[in-house]
C-alpha cells in the first residue's frame, strides 16, 4: 500500500539520477556577453548562467563566494574593467515554482524549504545575527550574512532593560514579503541566529556576483536582469549552447562543480532538500527538455517504472525531496528499487551515498548491534511519517533490502526503536531466507 515516506524519496531521486546522468555528471555555472570585450571594455551584457547547480557556496569549497569569485577572476585576468550593458541574472534552466506547491507553509522560511532555481547561491539562504541595542527601547542590532540579503528585512522589534528570555520572532507575514523581525530581546541577550530562505534566488545570486564584480574594478553600467522563463532567455533565442560560442553570445568563463556522486552524498546522507530538489529538476530537464516538477516526476517515473521495475501506481511523487506529505510509495516499491540497484552498473557509487549505522556521521544509530557498520539505509521524518530503506548483511552473507514506512505515528522515537529492532534482527538473521 503507497504511504507517506517522508526522505525515503531521495532514494528514487538519487537511483534516477545515477542511472540517467551517470555520476560523473557536473553542473556548470558560465559567464557570457553578447559582444566580444575590445580595449578592456564589454559593450553589451554580462549573462550569468547557471544549469541548476545548488553548490556555489561553501560546501565543496572554502568559502561561500569562491565559485561566483573564480568566474569574476577570469574576466578580471581578462582584463575586462566595464561593461556597458547590464548583468543578466538567467535561471530559466530550471523553470517552474522554485517549491512544490504541496509543502507545509509554515516549513517555507526553513533552511530545509529553500526554493530551486537554475542559478543559486549560498543555498539561497541568509542568516541572521540579532543582538540587543546599547540602549533600551532601541531596535537590536540584525545583521544579516550574506550582506546582500539586507535589503529584505524589516526591523520592528525593541530592546527592553534588564534580563528575560527572548520574545523574538523572525519570520515572514507574507509569502513573498519580507524578512521581519518582531518582538523585543532583553539588553543581556546573547546572540540569536537564524536561518532564512531567500524568495527570489536567481536575483540574490546576480546581485551577489554584481557585487563581487564590483569589488575588481569592474563596473557594470546597467543593474540586475532576472531571466526565470527559458522562452525569453538569451541562450535560447540565440540558439546557443551552453559552453560554445555564436554569432551573438560568448563564453568568457566558466566554473563546473564536483562530480554529481558528490552531490548524491549530500542528497541521502544529510537528507539536504535542496541539493535534492535540484539534482530532481535538473533530471526532468536534461531527460526531458523540462526543468520543472512535472518534468522532474516523469522522469523519476519513468526510470522506476520502464528501467527498475517498480510497478506502476506503487509511486506518486509531489517532488524529490520528500518533504510534501502528499507523496506515496509503498515498500515494496523501494525493496524492488533497492534490489534492481544491487544489479546496477552504479551499485556501488548508490550504495556509498547511504548512512551507516553504528557510525556518528551516520545512522547515529544501532550502535554496538549487528547492524553497526553493516546497515546502510535512509531515514525519513515528517509530521507522524517515519521510513527507513535500505540494505544489510545478514549473518548468513545474504544481502537483504528493506523498508518500513509508518504513517499516522504518534511517537517518532517509537516507529524508530521499532525501525532499529528489524535493522538489527535482519542483520542477525541465518536462515536461507528472510
Known amino acids: 500500500q503507497p504511504l507517506a515516506p517522508a526522505s525515503n524519496v531521495k532514494l528514487l531521486t538519487t537511483a534516477a539520477a545515477l542511472y540517467q546522468l551517470g555520476p560523473d555528471f557536473r553542473f556548470?555555472?558560465?559567464?557570457?556577453?553578447?559582444?566580444?570585450?575590445?580595449?578592456?571594455?564589454?559593450?553589451?551584457?554580462?549573462?550569468?548562467?547557471?544549469?541548476?547547480?545548488?553548490?556555489?557556496?561553501?560546501?565543496?569549497?572554502?568559502?561561500?563566494?569562491?565559485?561566483?569569485?573564480?568566474?569574476?577572476?577570469e574576466l578580471l585576468a581578462q582584463g575586462i574593467t566595464h561593461v556597458?550593458?547590464?548583468?543578466?541574472?538567467?535561471?530559466?534552466?530550471?523553470?517552474g515554482p522554485g517549491r512544490s506547491p504541496e509543502w507545509p507553509v509554515d516549513d517555507l522560511d526553513d533552511w530545509y524549504s529553500?526554493?530551486?532555481?537554475?542559478?543559486?547561491?549560498?543555498?539561497?539562504?541568509?542568516?541572521?545575527r540579532t543582538t540587543p541595542a546599547s540602549s533600551p527601547g532601541a531596535s537590536p542590532v540584525?545583521?544579516?550574512?550574506?550582506?546582500?540579503?539586507?535589503?529584505?528585512?524589516?526591523?520592528?522589534?525593541?530592546?527592553?532593560?534588564?534580563?528575560?528570555?527572548?520574545?523574538?520572532v523572525i519570520t515572514r507575514t507574507e509569502f513573498n514579503?519580507?524578512?521581519?523581525?518582531?518582538?523585543?530581546?532583553?539588553?543581556?541577550?546573547?546572540?540569536?541566529?537564524?536561518?532564512?530562505?531567500?524568495?527570489?534566488?536567481?536575483?540574490?545570486?546576480?546581485?551577489?556576483?554584481?557585487?563581487?564584480?564590483?569589488?575588481?574594478?569592474?563596473?557594470?553600467?546597467?543593474?540586475?536582469?532576472v531571466v526565470a522563463d527559458p522562452r525569453v532567455s538569451p541562450l535560447r533565442t540565440a540558439g546557443f549552447t551552453a559552453?560554445?560560442?555564436?554569432?551573438?553570445?560568448?563564453?568568457?568563463a566558466s566554473h563546473h562543480g564536483p562530480p554529481l556522486r558528490d552531490y548524491l552524498e549530500v542528497v541521502n546522507r544529510t537528507s539536504h532538500n535542496f541539493f535534492a530538489e535540484s539534482v530532481f529538476k535538473t533530471l526532468g530537464r536534461v531527460s526531458l527538455g523540462r526543468g520543472s516538477y512535472n518534468g522532474g516526476r516523469t522522469a523519476v517515473d519513468r526510470?522506476?517504472?520502464?528501467?527498475?521495475?517498480?510497478?506502476?501506481?506503487?509511486?506518486?511523487?509531489?517532488?524529490?525531496?520528500?518533504?510534501?506529505?502528499?507523496?506515496?510509495?509503498?515498500?515494496?516499491?523501494?525493496?524492488?528499487?533497492?534490489?534492481?540497484?544491487?544489479?546496477?552498473?552504479?551499485?556501488?557509487a548508490f550504495e556509498s551515498t547511504l548512512p551507516v549505522a553504528g557510525q556518528r556521521?551516520?545512522?547515529?544509530?544501532?550502535?554496538?548491534?549487528?547492524?553497526?557498520?553493516?546497515?546502510?539505509?535512509?531515514?525519513?521524518?515528517?509530521?507522524?511519517?517515519?521510513?527507513?530503506?535500505?540494505?544489510?548483511?545478514?549473518?548468513?552473507?545474504?544481502?537483504?533490502?528493506?523498508?518500513?514506512?509508518?504513517n499516522g505515528i504518534r511517537s517518532s522515537a517509537q516507529a524508530k526503536r521499532l525501525e532499529d529492532r528489524l535493522g538489527v534482527s535482519l542483520a542477525n538473521w541465518n536462515g536461507s531466507s528472510p
Do not use: C
Request: proline share 4%.
Open 28 to 73: 556548470g555555472t558560465y559567464v557570457l556577453s553578447t559582444a566580444l570585450p575590445e580595449g578592456g571594455r564589454v559593450d553589451g551584457d554580462l549573462i550569468l548562467f547557471g544549469t541548476g547547480d545548488p553548490s556555489l557556496s561553501d560546501r565543496f569549497s572554502r568559502g561561500r563566494a569562491e565559485p561566483l569569485e573564480a568566474l569574476a577572476d
Open 84 to 95: 556597458s550593458g547590464r548583468l543578466v541574472a538567467d535561471g530559466s534552466f530550471l523553470n
Open 114 to 128: 529553500a526554493p530551486v532555481s537554475g542559478l543559486s547561491f549560498n543555498e539561497n539562504l541568509v542568516t541572521l
Open 142 to 168: 540584525v545583521s544579516v550574512v550574506p550582506e546582500i540579503g539586507r535589503e529584505g528585512i524589516v526591523n520592528e522589534a525593541t530592546t527592553r532593560p534588564g534580563r528575560g528570555r527572548p520574545d523574538l
Open 177 to 225: 514579503g519580507p524578512i521581519r523581525v518582531i518582538g523585543s530581546v532583553s539588553s543581556t541577550q546573547r546572540p540569536i541566529w537564524k536561518r532564512m530562505t531567500v524568495t527570489d534566488p536567481t536575483r540574490f545570486a546576480g546581485e551577489a556576483f554584481r557585487g563581487l564584480l564590483s569589488a575588481r574594478g569592474i563596473v557594470v553600467e546597467g543593474g540586475v536582469e
Open 243 to 252: 559552453g560554445d560560442s555564436s554569432n551573438y553570445l560568448h563564453t568568457l
Open 303 to 348: 526510470f522506476l517504472t520502464e528501467t527498475a521495475g517498480v510497478q506502476s501506481g506503487q509511486v506518486l511523487l509531489r517532488d524529490g525531496s520528500g518533504l510534501s506529505p502528499q507523496n506515496e510509495a509503498s515498500a515494496s516499491a523501494f525493496v524492488q528499487l533497492l534490489s534492481w540497484m544491487t544489479t546496477s552498473e552504479h551499485s556501488v
Open 361 to 406: 556521521r551516520g545512522l547515529g544509530r544501532m550502535y554496538r548491534t549487528a547492524a553497526a557498520g553493516n546497515l546502510r539505509a535512509k531515514t525519513g521524518t515528517i509530521e507522524r511519517v517515519s521510513a527507513l530503506s535500505g540494505y544489510v548483511m545478514a549473518r548468513n552473507g545474504e544481502k537483504i533490502a528493506f523498508s518500513l514506512i509508518s
